[in-house]
């Protein structure tokens, strides 16, 4: 579906990407995780077409894609959220999917209908009409989704999308990505919350510092001692095995004795 | 036509008329840099200055030069009060809006001035409006001269307030990061007021330069908006070096534009100029910022 | 759909208003409020409609004004004929400042700042060039004929506002119901969204702005045919770009019937300001400035927002 090849990114004295490939198979769900400012965003931004690299290559659906503008590559069935949510403020829930829906429908009445037909999905029926301003943190995050969902992707983009969000939040958007995965959709999300990656993703690729450093299954990725290292320090991996090594798994009574 | 005798007197009228507009630039270079807003207003307050210094001289016999003292505390309480109670006011954040707002004020004074005084144009005679000073063998009016040493001691009081005061640094925080200035303790709408009242001050200063060798009239405003706009982008928002670099060469584009394709041809030169600079060079010649300007 | 009625209540209504009305004066008015309500609707527009708040309109209205004024005094073509060619020199005008600008990502005051810049341009160079009549502009030779769009009396150019104003309603109510309105809400409320959900904002901002160029040099058009004469101040000056954001700003931006309130409630003021003042120049316009500033301060979606937010 997607392929990175040796993606490369330099913003004056940081080099944000060095180096990346990774490959998105259709019909999955895959995370990119890594510690703040691993380049993560900026993966994203090159993939999507908000940003050009200055080495590599993206290929999508087969055919290469580097450097096509976002609404050509939206048009080739790419659709992505935003980490920091930009929602058409005043306009309504329902005028917000529209403009997605407009995509492949350029009747108005048509769109209109498809909008609701998402939000339904998304479980935003019941505030189609309400402003977009007036939405909470989740609502907007809810709204980001379904807009880039009426868009009929073939590949979805989601950038932080429970960032911000509750765990009862979280834990009622989890089906809800997988249903869009069971749909048809392939999945590509960042996400920091570990829950949700653990849940959901079948691949997990790690960045830190513009590197590619891990890339596998969830339940390794965990175990892997780079992927220790990059978010909690240079040696933690070692200090937590000793540790672990040091102290006796005690049953949960005994801990308060 | 190319005469170097001619061309040398173009030259030195384009730096002499250049040092006020470089004056009329930097305060709106301030305002731009600190409140990050665009005072479409800058032209007409010229003129509301340019009619104090008249009044002054017409009703009170006073001397433009002697005027100073008054017109430039007296713009900057005017300035201070503006930002307070209307441009601060109306912004609700959103650039648009001050944009009219500014647009607004300087309907209103224009028209006010047009309604109030007619659309008569003025002038004032003081002792040297005529006389001129020979210089390497180009006779330029002393007034002109006068004014291009004001406006730079100007524009080394304002650097020297900036990098020097407890005050500038403040403005430069707020200039550089509001949020954090406000953490920090200050009071960054009475800053915002202050730089507006600044900015306004310069023109107060720039006004008693003006006159003797101008005119005025509630229209006089316009002509130097645009000017000053294309100074303020030319020399890179924010920038006072920027700014008094850029109000020389627009003050020499124009002359000798002028002297090649008539007066009002020659001003063509420098909207050209600006929009050049918009599309392809917006930060500038020398893309600095306020906030910056401590370590000129 | 009710929207669609009111606007074809009231061009019924104006349209009427011949029939009962012989005064000049009143008939001078009504056309005086639509031409203002055309040049609002050019602006809202670009700026309502599509968030791109342009400072020199004044550069299309001039181009539509100058080229029907050139047309029919240099080469003697007919006035109805000028009026499409106009137009069309209006357009491209409109194109080629937003293909300059939009390309090299002019917005917000950059953007009002360029629009200024371009209407002075014009204005130095209409002031300077023989084939606009200089400085002494040009003037129409009066010939009274509906046949060269000189109405021999008021109502000729009533119906000749109206069907402008008309085409202005009809093209604003198409954008609140069409894919590219839909699409030009979304680069106005946020351009890197609407990018990512498949719209081509340049192109979209460029088309807004051609069309608002086309209705604004319609104005010029008609400004030219009703007071026979035209000058770089009149056609590029800063008056014909402040009087188009007048109106959608005290009316209502991105509104169907903003333009018209607006311009309806200006010339109301002006006329009471014009009876309590006597004819001061400029004070009409100190009441439009103090307008404009109060609007953006406390009524920033105009009297078309105060009425949606009372029927809500």
Not at chain 2, 50 to 72: E, I, Q, S, T
Not at chain 2, 276 to 285: S, T
Not at chain 3, 82 to 92: F, K, N, R, S, Y
């Amino acid at each position: 579906m997607l392929e990175a090849d040796g993606l490369s990114v330099r913003f004056g004295g940081v080099q944000a990407l060095d180096n990346v490939s990774l490959a998105v198979a259709a019909g999955s769900i895959t995370a990119l995780i890594g510690p703040n400012g691993a380049g993560k965003s900026t993966l994203f931004g090159v993939v999507s077409g908000f940003l050009a690299p200055d080495a590599g290559t993206v290929r999508f659906l087969g055919a290469d894609a580097t450097g096509l503008a976002p609404h050509r590559l939206c048009r080739l069935g790419m659709a992505r959220t935003f980490q920091i949510v930009q929602p058409f403020a005043a306009q309504t829930v329902r005028e917000n999917i529209a403009v997605g829906a407009h995509l492949s429908r350029p009747s108005r009445r048509e769109a209109l209908v498809h909008a609701e037909r998402i939000a339904a999905q998304l479980g935003l029926g019941a505030q189609l009409d309400k402003l977009a301003a007036n939405l909470t943190v989740a609502g907007r995050k809810r709204l980001e989704l379904a807009r880039a969902l009426a868009t009929g992707p073939k590949l979805l983009l989601l950038d932080e999308v429970l960032a911000g969000l509750n765990p009862q939040e979280i834990a009622e958007v989890l089906p809800v990505v997988r249903a869009i995965r069971d749909s048809g959709v392939t999945v590509l999300m960042i996400e920091h919350v570990m829950q949700a990656v653990m849940n959901l993703a079948e691949t997990v690729f790690v960045l830190n510092e513009g590197r590619l450093i891990a890339e596998g299954p969830p339940a390794q990725i965990a175990g892997d001692a780079r992927v220790i290292e990059a978010y909690l320090g240079h040696g933690a991996s070692e200090r937590l095995r000793r540790a672990a090594l040091a102290t006796p798994v005690a049953a949960s009574g005994d801990a308060h004795a | 036509m190319l005469d170097f005798p001619i061309l040398f007197a173009s030259l030195l009228n384009g730096l002499t008329q250049g040092a006020v507009y470089a004056l009329v630039a930097l305060g709106l270079t301030l305002i731009y840099g600190v409140l990050h807003i665009i005072n479409f207003a800058h032209g007409a307050l010229l003129m509301v200055a340019l009619y104090g210094v008249f009044f002054l001289n017409a009703r009170l016999g006073m001397d433009p030069y002697v005027a100073l003292p008054v017109m430039v505390p007296a713009m900057f309480v005017l300035g201070y009060c503006l930002q307070r109670l209307v441009v601060g006011r109306a912004g609700h954040g959103k650039d648009e809006n001050i944009l009219l707002v500014t647009l607004g004020l300087a309907i209103v004074l224009e028209n006010a001035a047009l309604a109030a005084f007619k659309s008569d144009t003025r002038t004032i005679e003081t002792a040297y409006t005529f006389s001129t000073v020979n210089l390497a063998g180009a006779m330029i009016a002393v007034p002109k001269v006068i004014a291009f040493f004001g406006a730079l001691a100007v524009a080394a009081l304002l650097l020297l307030l900036i990098s020097r005061t407890d005050l500038g640094r403040a403005i430069r925080a707020v200039a550089k990061e509001r949020q954090g200035a406000r953490i920090v303790g200050i009071d960054v709408e009475h800053v915002f007021a202050v730089s507006f009242g600044i900015g306004l001050a310069c023109l107060g200063a720039a006004a008693c330069f003006l006159l003797p060798a101008y005119y005025v009239n509630p229209q006089v405003g316009n002509g130097f908006v645009l000017i000053a706009f294309t100074i303020v982008v030319l020399g890179g928002m924010g920038s006072f070096a920027g700014a008094l670099a850029g109000g020389f060469i627009v003050g020499v584009i124009e002359s000798l534009g002028g002297l090649w394709l008539g007066e009002s041809l020659g001003q063509i030169g420098i909207f050209l100029a600006f929009i050049a600079i918009l599309l392809f060079r917006p930060q500038g010649l020398f893309g600095a910022s306020v906030e910056k300007s401590g370590r000129a | 759909m009710r929207e669609l009625a009111a606007i074809g209540a009231f061009a019924l209504a104006a349209a009427l208003l011949p029939a009962f009305v012989s005064s000049g004066f009143a008939l001078n008015l009504a056309i005086m409020v639509l031409y203002s309500t055309l040049l609002g609707q050019a602006w809202n527009l670009l700026a309502g409609f599509g968030g791109q708040f342009s400072f020199g309109h004044a550069l299309f209205f001039g181009t539509g004004a100058y080229a029907s004024a050139a047309l029919q005094v240099h080469l003697g073509v007919n006035a109805w004929l000028a009026l499409p060619i106009a137009i069309a020199c209006g357009a491209a005008a409109g194109a080629l400042v937003g293909a300059v600008s939009f390309r090299y990502g002019l917005r917000g005051s950059y953007f009002a700042l360029v629009t200024l810049a371009f209407a002075e341009v014009f204005r130095i160079l209409a002031n300077s060039v023989e084939f606009t009549g200089g400085g002494v502009g040009l003037l129409l030779p009066l010939k009274e004929s509906a046949a060269d769009m000189q109405f021999p009396g008021k109502a000729g150019f009533l119906y000749l506002i109206l069907a402008l104003t008309l085409a202005g309603f009809l093209g604003s109510w198409w954008l609140k119901h069409s894919r590219f309105g839909a699409w030009l809400a979304a680069v106005r409320d946020s351009e890197e969204s609407a990018a990512a959900l498949g719209v081509d904002v340049f192109r979209v901002k460029l088309a807004a702005i051609a069309l608002s160029a086309a209705l604004m040099s319609a104005a010029g058009v008609f400004y030219v045919q009703y007071f026979h004469y035209i000058d770089p101040h009149i056609a590029y000056g800063p008056a014909v770009s402040v009087e188009a954001l007048l109106g959608p700003i005290v009316g209502g931006l991105g509104t169907v019937f903003g333009p018209l309130l607006g311009a309806a409630v200006l010339q109301l003021l002006g006329e009471i300001t014009r009876n309590l003042a006597g004819d001061a120049p400029g004070v009409s316009l100190v009441v439009y400035g103090v307008a404009l500033i109060g609007m953006v301060m406390f009524l920033p979606r105009g009297i078309a927002g105060l009425i949606a937010r009372r029927s809500s």
